[in-house]
């Protein structure tokens, strides 16, 4: 069977363009990473200096929230966080699709607990004008991308749940908008071939 089949299709458009945003909020991920690491340096050198930058452990802070949320949905799509594979790992066919789609599920339901409190943590720190305590940065805007960022890995476990329950109908079609998570033995097979320098 191909994708397409019990609307593959559809799924398969739907997850290119989840993806284009995921892929663009991982950049966003990397590249504040990166810029964080280098006015670090530049901090280190002011400091020795006795010119040390104001207010740059405090912005520092309010970025940790980009790099350590945007890029979670990416993380997702292929597989990425850590995950419990015995039991599921162990199971085949069917069997196997019905239960990543309940893992996923219970995934969906305490990602959606945590957008409701994380939107609620914002709103009461907009509302009351929380800032940080030495420069009175605000600090809305970083608890801002936490509901954002995991609407955006609920909208991703939404797919991957849609896409476990079309395999668990038809078996046989061609994995859609869900990771394929390799095995050990295909991990050591990988390693092999890489090893071996394509011989």
């Given at each position: 069977?191909?994708g397409?089949?019990?609307?593959?299709?559809l799924?398969?458009?739907?997850n290119r363009?989840?993806?284009a945003?995921?892929d663009?909020?991982?950049?966003?991920?990397?590249l504040?990473?990166f810029?964080v690491?280098?006015?670090t340096t530049?901090q280190?050198?002011?400091?020795?200096?006795?010119?040390p930058?104001?207010?740059?452990?405090?912005a520092?802070?309010?970025?940790?929230?980009?790099?350590?949320?945007?890029?979670?949905?990416y993380?997702q799509?292929y597989?990425?966080?850590?995950?419990?594979?015995?039991?599921?790992?162990?199971?085949?066919?069917?069997?196997?699709?019905?239960l990543?789609?309940?893992?996923?599920?219970?995934?969906m339901?305490?990602?959606?607990?945590?957008?409701?409190?994380?939107?609620?943590?914002?709103?009461?720190?907009?509302?009351?004008?929380?800032?940080?305590?030495?420069?009175?940065?605000?600090?809305?805007?970083?608890?801002?991308?936490?509901?954002f960022?995991f609407?955006i890995?609920?909208?991703?476990?939404t797919?991957?749940?849609?896409g476990?329950?079309?395999l668990?109908?038809?078996p046989k079609?061609?994995p859609v908008?869900?990771?394929?998570?390799?095995?050990?033995?295909?991990?050591?097979?990988?390693?092999?071939?890489s090893?071996?320098?394509g011989?």
């Amino acid at each position: 069977m191909t994708g397409t089949h019990g609307g593959g299709a559809l799924l398969l458009s739907m997850n290119r363009g989840l993806g284009a945003v995921e892929d663009t909020l991982n950049i966003i991920a990397a590249l504040t990473i990166f810029i964080v690491m280098l006015v670090t340096t530049f901090q280190i050198f002011c400091r020795l200096a006795g010119y040390p930058i104001p207010g740059f452990l405090e912005a520092s802070e309010q970025a940790i929230a980009v790099f350590a949320f945007l890029g979670v949905a990416y993380a997702q799509r292929y597989g990425a966080h850590i995950r419990m594979d015995m039991l599921v790992g162990a199971a085949h066919g069917r069997m196997r699709w019905f239960l990543e789609a309940v893992a996923t599920l219970l995934g969906m339901i305490l990602i959606a607990v945590l957008i409701r409190y994380s939107w609620s943590f914002f709103y009461s720190s907009f509302e009351v004008g929380d800032v940080t305590y030495d420069y009175g940065i605000p600090t809305w805007p970083s608890k801002l991308l936490v509901p954002f960022a995991f609407s955006i890995w609920f909208l991703r476990l939404t797919l991957q749940f849609t896409g476990f329950l079309r395999l668990f109908i038809w078996p046989k079609a061609d994995p859609v908008a869900v990771p394929v998570i390799k095995t050990a033995a295909d991990h050591a097979q990988d390693e092999a071939s890489s090893a071996g320098g394509g011989k």
